[in-house]
């Protein structure tokens, strides 16, 4: 089975499944321990708004302008969460949570006069991992390796600011390639499955974690030729099902 795979198709998908993994199992991490779990739904469904705006607008869907719409709405919600943390931070994650329904609700509405508007929602929630190329790779591998490096160095000093700019930032990118369920399974259930680890092992096992789901979904989404990024949330749920029992059986026999 594995002879007949087109690793034409494959390769380039399990690449792209990497490179997000590379920023979404660290913000994840520190989404978790701000306790705003619904912050990726949101930030991800603002993203889709700005591209579902461009496309209503008959802008070229391959264009600049799409990323920029894209893109300034993603910030200007990063920029708003961190304005509203700071004034109201006992109410943030209702909150983001509003601004996921607004976000959602408003992308339904200017579709609703588009005939081929089921399609482009659909492409938004479960993405076009699949049809990756090797060349649309790299601009997004520079973007997360400079993302990365303000992360690691800057994030300590300016705290909220620097996680939600970055956030926005990476989600954006992240939203058109894997679409928004599979953005907030990257986030969540790696992090979510390697709560407790020491923070240097807890990285590398959520990586691993990522890596193995990517694979193990992408491949039975070509042998089955079924929906990539739902196949991936599922394959990604089951090995952190497995990782978070082996982590409890280590924690009871200590």
């Known amino acids: 089975m594995i002879a007949a795979l087109d690793w034409s198709i494959i390769g380039p998908a399990v690449v792209a499944g990497l490179i997000i993994l590379s920023t979404h199992v660290p913000l994840g991490q520190e989404v978790l321990k701000r306790g705003i779990i619904f912050i990726d739904l949101a930030i991800a469904q603002v993203a889709a708004l700005g591209v579902i705006a461009a ?3 008959d802008w070229d869907p391959n264009g600049i302008e799409v990323q920029i719409a894209a893109i300034s709405a993603a910030l200007l919600a990063a920029i708003g969460l961190n304005w509203t943390e700071k004034r109201w931070p006992r109410i943030q994650e ?3 949570g509003i601004l996921f329904i607004l976000a959602a609700t408003g992308g339904i509405l200017l579709l609703a006069g588009n005939p081929h508007g089921s ?3 659909k492409e938004l929630l479960v993405g076009q991992i699949l049809w ?3 060349s649309s790779l790299w601009p997004i591998a520079v973007l997360y390796a400079i993302v990365l490096a303000v992360w690691f160095t800057l994030q300590a000093r300016f705290g909220a600011l620097v996680f939600y700019l970055t956030f926005a930032v990476v989600v954006t990118a992240s939203v058109q390639i894997v679409g928004i369920y599979l953005v907030f399974a990257s986030l969540i259930i790696p992090a979510l499955a390697t709560t407790g680890i020491r923070r240097g092992n807890r990285l590398f096992v959520g990586y691993l974690l990522g ?4 694979l193990a979904g992408i491949v039975l989404s070509f042998v089955l030729d079924v929906p990539t990024g739902a196949v991936v949330v599922w394959c ?3 090995v952190a099902i497995f990782v978070g029992l082996l982590i409890s059986d280590k924690r009871t026999l200590t």
């Open 236 to 238: 990604m749920a089951g």
């Open 94 to 96: 209702p909150l983001i």
């Open 211 to 214: 890596a193995v789901s990517y």
């Open 132 to 134: 990756t190329t090797w």
């Open 55 to 57: 496309h209503a607008m």
């Open 119 to 121: 399609e482009h929602l």
